[in-house]
């Protein structure tokens, strides 16, 4: 059932309350039927420094409450994550066009956020002997303002207050909104710290939820915050002196732009999850045909292909390539196409009118270059909906082959050798998740130490992943890790202690 108007939150969540920014108003609409669904306010730069203020005096009650209590409050939003997945679901697919059948993903979100609240208990630093009459050790303490030189409080009331402001932002993308919003605010909370989250503008209705929820939780007002706006919000939190870590997921040239204005200002600890142009590559010895054409052909519906981790360019040994086209056409080019909240739905509409530009121009070029097209069907009405493509015939050296298209579209070539499937998947500057399917185990070792990326999958195509693992790409593709048994390290600095006896 589509959310009604009057039930959705729009306010920007600052300290406890939420309150309609004073900037531009943002209208958000509903990409299957180009309907109005809210307005949201951009908040204003001095609502920022007065976020991160508020940030610093929950984190200072926070840190002290210790681990046992941030995991007990993490473990409460997980269930309250669990409680409200259709209500997060439901958000995502009127304001992002996310299939409601995507609900089945919202859990991924409360799992990480339990992962972490398990690791915030044992997350420790190390000893060392190497001096016989020293204790060395060292601390693992969350980000803050104080490295080096501490930003203080009025009227600071100890030591410990001096030394322990953190605040972090994590900024965040419209395509899996909740999710990868976890994979932010969980380790870093977990991991002490206090977070400002910026969601997109395209999309910010669930992480606005998802704000209710933690402070529903328990957690202090101030420490989980939610500042609407567009790019400028962002810009001002990455160049902000007394924010000490960014977490980034989003295009590759917004991530330069983040990154600069974070070394501009204070050299801010950055994370980036960036752009993709996924390779699947499919030997002749594929275990199963049809489940590798069903997983590939999942990794570019999903989402309506925006996302970062599609299989856009496959490679499929020649042996078999005349039978994978054939079933590949016959099943993705059949892919239903549609409401997002109908359950049959698997690929809903493109996100807006700029995305479905940036898929046509790519479409417009391949057509130039002599591209075979190969399209499914669309419901006919004022959606942005875009059909399932393939294509074939391109060079390797086109932009449709090098760019990243966020959209429904894929590309099969040929290879004869495992040598040149290698370098073919290698041919980019991306590097995120690359993916490989063989029945011989050691070629699918081979491939997954000569590919570049990420992570590789063997005999399986994203999005399954293993979120105990790290989750991050090569090159173009990010820096740093998300989840993993290591994921709180990212959002803490190390401190070496030499105690002489």
């Given at each position: 059932?589509?959310?009604?108007?009057?039930?959705?939150?729009?306010?920007?969540?600052?300290?406890?309350?939420?309150?309609?920014?004073?900037?531009?108003?943002?209208?958000?609409?509903?990409?299957?039927?180009?309907?109005?669904?809210?307005?949201?306010?951009?908040?204003?730069?001095?609502?920022?420094?007065?976020?991160?203020?508020?940030?610093?005096?929950?984190?200072?009650?926070?840190?002290?409450?210790?681990?046992?209590?941030?995991?007990?409050?993490?473990?409460?939003?997980?269930?309250?994550?669990?409680?409200?997945?259709?209500?997060?679901?439901?958000?995502?697919?009127?304001?992002?066009?996310?299939?409601?059948?995507?609900?089945?993903?919202?859990?991924?979100?409360?799992?990480?956020?339990?992962?972490?609240?398990?690791?915030?208990?044992?997350?420790?630093?190390?000893?060392?002997?190497?001096?016989?009459?020293?204790?060395?050790?060292?601390?693992?303490?969350?980000?803050?303002?104080?490295?080096?030189?501490?930003?203080?409080?009025?009227?600071?009331?100890?030591?410990?207050?001096?030394?322990?402001?953190?605040?972090?932002?994590?900024?965040?993308?419209?395509?899996?909104?909740?999710?990868?919003?976890?994979?932010?605010?969980?380790?870093?909370?977990?991991?002490?710290?206090?977070?400002?989250?910026?969601?997109?503008?395209?999309?910010?209705?669930?992480?606005?939820?998802?704000?209710?929820?933690?402070?529903?939780?328990?957690?202090?007002?101030?420490?989980?915050?939610?500042?609407?706006?567009?790019?400028?919000?962002?810009?001002?939190?990455?160049?902000?002196?007394?924010?000490?870590?960014?977490?980034?997921?989003?295009?590759?040239?917004?991530?330069?732009?983040?990154?600069?204005?974070?070394?501009?200002?204070?050299?801010?600890?950055?994370?980036?999850?960036?752009?993709?142009?996924?390779?699947?590559?499919?030997?002749?010895?594929?275990?199963?045909?049809?489940?590798?054409?069903?997983?590939?052909?999942?990794?570019?519906?999903?989402?309506?292909?925006?996302?970062?981790?599609?299989?856009?360019?496959?490679?499929?040994?020649?042996?078999i390539a005349d039978r994978f086209v054939e079933a590949f056409k016959a099943h993705f080019l059949n892919c239903p196409v549609g409401d997002p909240f109908d359950a049959k739905t698997i690929m809903g509409p493109i996100i807006d009118q700029r995305g479905?530009?940036?898929?046509?121009?790519?479409?417009?070029?391949?057509?130039?270059?002599?591209?075979?097209?190969?399209?499914?069907?669309?419901?006919?009405?004022?959606?942005?909906?875009?059909?399932?493509?393939?294509?074939?015939?391109?060079?390797?050296?086109?932009?449709?082959?090098?760019?990243?298209?966020?959209?429904?579209?894929?590309?099969?070539?040929?290879?004869?050798?495992?040598?040149?499937?290698?370098?073919?998947?290698?041919?980019?500057?991306?590097?995120?998740?690359?993916?490989?399917?063989?029945?011989?185990?050691?070629?699918?070792?081979?491939?997954?130490?000569?590919i570049s990326a990420g992570i590789v999958g063997v005999n399986t195509s994203p999005p399954n992943f293993d979120i105990s693992l790290p989750f991050g790409g090569v090159r173009q593709s990010g820096w740093g890790k998300e989840w993993g048994p290591d994921s709180l390290d990212e959002w803490t600095e190390t401190k070496s202690v030499c105690f002489k006896m």
């Amino acid at each position: 059932m589509r959310p009604q108007a009057s039930s959705i939150e729009t306010g920007s969540l600052i300290g406890s309350s939420f309150v309609q920014g004073r900037g531009a108003t943002l209208i958000l609409r509903d990409p299957s039927t180009q309907e109005e669904v809210a307005k949201v306010a951009s908040v204003l730069e001095q609502d920022v420094d007065h976020a991160v203020g508020l940030a610093t005096e929950a984190q200072i009650r926070y840190y002290e409450l210790g681990p046992e209590h941030w995991a007990s409050k993490l473990n409460k939003l997980a269930d309250l994550i669990d409680e409200h997945a259709q209500e997060l679901a439901a958000l995502d697919a009127i304001c992002g066009g996310r299939p409601i059948c995507m609900a089945a993903d919202i859990p991924i979100a409360s799992k990480t956020i339990r992962l972490c609240a398990s690791q915030a208990i044992l997350h420790h630093g190390q000893t060392s002997q190497q001096q016989g009459d020293a204790l060395s050790f060292t601390l693992r303490e969350p980000f803050g303002v104080c490295a080096g030189k501490p930003f203080l409080p009025e009227n600071p009331t100890g030591s410990r207050e001096l030394n322990k402001l953190w605040r972090s932002t994590a900024i965040c993308p419209w395509n899996v909104p909740v999710v990868l919003c976890a994979a932010k605010l969980a380790p870093a909370l977990a991991a002490g710290n206090a977070i400002i989250l910026k969601p997109s503008e395209r999309s910010p209705l669930s992480i606005t939820f998802l704000a209710k929820l933690a402070l529903a939780a328990g957690f202090p007002p101030g420490l989980v915050q939610v500042l609407h706006g567009t790019g400028d919000v962002g810009a001002w939190l990455a160049s902000h002196p007394k924010i000490r870590r960014i977490a980034f997921t989003g295009s590759t040239a917004t991530g330069r732009k983040i990154v600069k204005l974070a070394a501009d200002s204070n050299l801010k600890k950055v994370t980036l999850e960036l752009g993709g142009k996924g390779a699947a590559v499919v030997f002749d010895d594929v275990p199963d045909l049809d489940r590798a054409v069903q997983e590939i052909a999942f990794s570019v519906s999903w989402i309506t292909g925006q996302m970062c981790m599609a299989q856009t360019r496959i490679y499929v040994q020649s042996g078999i390539a005349d039978r994978f086209v054939e079933a590949f056409k016959a099943h993705f080019l059949n892919c239903p196409v549609g409401d997002p909240f109908d359950a049959k739905t698997i690929m809903g509409p493109i996100i807006d009118q700029r995305g479905m530009n940036q898929v046509n121009d790519f479409l417009q070029q391949a057509r130039k270059e002599g591209a075979t097209i190969s399209q499914g069907s669309v419901p006919s009405g004022k959606g942005f909906f875009m059909p399932p493509t393939i294509l074939q015939g391109l060079k390797q050296t086109s932009n449709v082959m090098t760019g990243e298209i966020f959209g429904p579209v894929t590309h099969i070539s040929t290879s004869k050798t495992e040598e040149e499937a290698i370098q073919l998947a290698n041919d980019t500057e991306f590097g995120l998740y690359n993916c490989v399917y063989t029945k011989d185990g050691a070629r699918g070792l081979r491939c997954a130490r000569r590919i570049s990326a990420g992570i590789v999958g063997v005999n399986t195509s994203p999005p399954n992943f293993d979120i105990s693992l790290p989750f991050g790409g090569v090159r173009q593709s990010g820096w740093g890790k998300e989840w993993g048994p290591d994921s709180l390290d990212e959002w803490t600095e190390t401190k070496s202690v030499c105690f002489k006896m």
